[in-house]
């Protein structure tokens, strides 16, 4: 994460773990998780992920379900 951090304003994954394995306190990046990485699945789910890409701020985590 120290890496992206600062680099890119949005992190977008389907790792379910990341917000344990990571400590996110004070990183200017916002996260989104997708509940899977199906593409057929998350097609049916576009809309509720582009809502979120245009109104996640930085420092926020947000878990997007099906």
Request: aromatic letters at 6%; glycine letters at 6%.
């Amino acid at each position: 994460m120290v890496k992206i951090d600062g680099v890119y304003d949005i992190f977008i994954t389907s790792d379910k773990n990341l917000k344990y394995q990571q400590n996110l306190t004070g990183k200017s990046i916002a996260i989104i998780e997708l509940p899977t990485n199906r593409l057929k699945i998350l097609a049916t789910i576009i809309g509720k992920i582009l809502t979120e890409v245009e109104s996640v701020s930085l420092g926020m985590y947000v878990q997007i379900s099906l």
